[in-house]
């Protein structure tokens, strides 16, 4: 197998003449020409001139050249992206340190955020603007969504392409339920026009017990305490 860079049809080709060779490198070099940092590459690791685009760049400071061990990103010949990570399980891996998992990824899965600690993803909006996370289907852009307004400092949620939310967390950590807004400064409101603004407290059992509901004071740190 040899190595080369031909010019075919207009096209510049890089990689080798022919054969089905694997785990063949082939790189874009940038930097010194002496001790190159960066670099695009393709490992041909399927055989047949397939395989997987790399992108190389050492943050290394030293007169050395780049290593393979030096690759920020990958770019599979399935269309997956692996972000520090040359396996990546879904079409965006975006990793920040390895998690040993006991449970196997399953195919639904399209971006993936993994890191050995606590793990954010940030929405960042002006303050006068809101947040939003959104549930589309065949039919609605936002059949359901769930939103943050920072202008407001309230969190909603909403659920089968309605017009209004149907359930709200004030500024003041109060959650309405039916409303969508917070009538009142009590920690929970239900409010509607007929059956919806009903609680139900059902317990499932064999057993004599029944269901309750608690209503009490607090004080000394026990429920009903003086």
Request: glycine share 12%; aromatic share 6%; net charge negative.
């Amino acid at each position: 197998v040899h190595e080369t860079l031909q010019i075919q049809d207009g096209h510049i080709v890089i990689g080798q003449n022919s054969g089905d060779g694997t785990n063949l490198r082939n790189y874009i070099k940038f930097g010194r020409a002496d001790a190159p940092k960066a670099a695009i590459g393709f490992l041909n690791d399927t055989g047949n001139g397939r395989g997987d685009i790399l992108f190389i760049n050492s943050t290394v400071s030293n007169t050395s050249a780049f290593t393979d061990s030096d690759e920020v990103m990958r770019i599979t010949h399935e269309g997956n992206v692996g972000i520090n990570t040359d396996i990546p399980a879904s079409r965006l891996d975006v990793r920040d340190g390895f998690v040993h998992k006991s449970w196997s990824q399953p195919s639904s899965v399209v971006t993936k955020f993994e890191r050995n600690g606590h793990c954010r993803v940030a929405l960042v909006a002006a303050n006068t603007s809101y947040g939003q996370v959104d549930f589309a289907d065949n039919d609605d852009d936002n059949a359901g969504y769930i939103r943050y307004d920072h202008s407001e400092n309230r969190m909603g949620f909403r659920t089968n392409g309605a017009s209004n939310e149907h359930m709200i967390i004030n500024s003041s950590g109060s959650v309405a339920l039916g409303v969508t807004t917070a009538r009142y400064d009590d920690l929970l409101q239900v409010e509607g026009t007929g059956g919806e603004s009903a609680i139900a407290v059902i317990r499932n059992s064999n057993n004599g017990s029944g269901a309750g509901l608690l209503l009490g004071k607090s004080r000394t740190n026990s429920v009903g305490g003086n």
